[in-house]
């Protein structure tokens, strides 16, 4: 597997969720890792990009409630997902672009209702 997406589950508005994907360091190192969503009956949407320098890129739905960070020592991005929002529900996909080509994790989701 080379992406491993974790974290997601259930929980209330304003709550807060932390979503973790680790990859193999032949994807990871060097190249831009992404999160990416799809709420139901809708299409997959960007979420947060960040490069391998540190630059960071949010859709506008979340800034100031996202955090997209990554630890380079063990090949991992993290979401940090704060004053969560019934229209965050969604499957959120890890994305890993090398090249021209992109790499996607399995899905997890986050669901936030009360």
């Known amino acids: 597997v080379q992406l491993q997406a974790s974290g997601g589950g259930l929980v209330q508005p304003g709550g807060s969720l932390r979503l973790s994907c680790s990859a193999s360091r ?5 190249n831009v890792m992404g999160w990416y969503r799809r709420a139901p ?16 890129n949010y859709v506008d739905s979340v800034k100031g409630r996202f955090t997209i960070f990554r630890e ?5 991005v993290y979401l940090q997902m704060n004053s969560l ?3 965050d529900t969604a499957v959120y996909y890890c994305n890993a672009k090398v090249g021209s080509f992109n790499y996607w994790g399995q899905g997890t989701l986050v669901t936030v209702s009360s």
């Open 41 to 56: 009956g809708k299409q997959r949407e960007l979420v947060a990009l960040i490069t391998s320098g540190g630059t960071t």
């Open 85 to 87: 929002k019934p229209e």
């Open 72 to 76: 380079n020592a063990k090949n991992t």
């Open 26 to 30: 032949s994807i990871f190192s060097g």
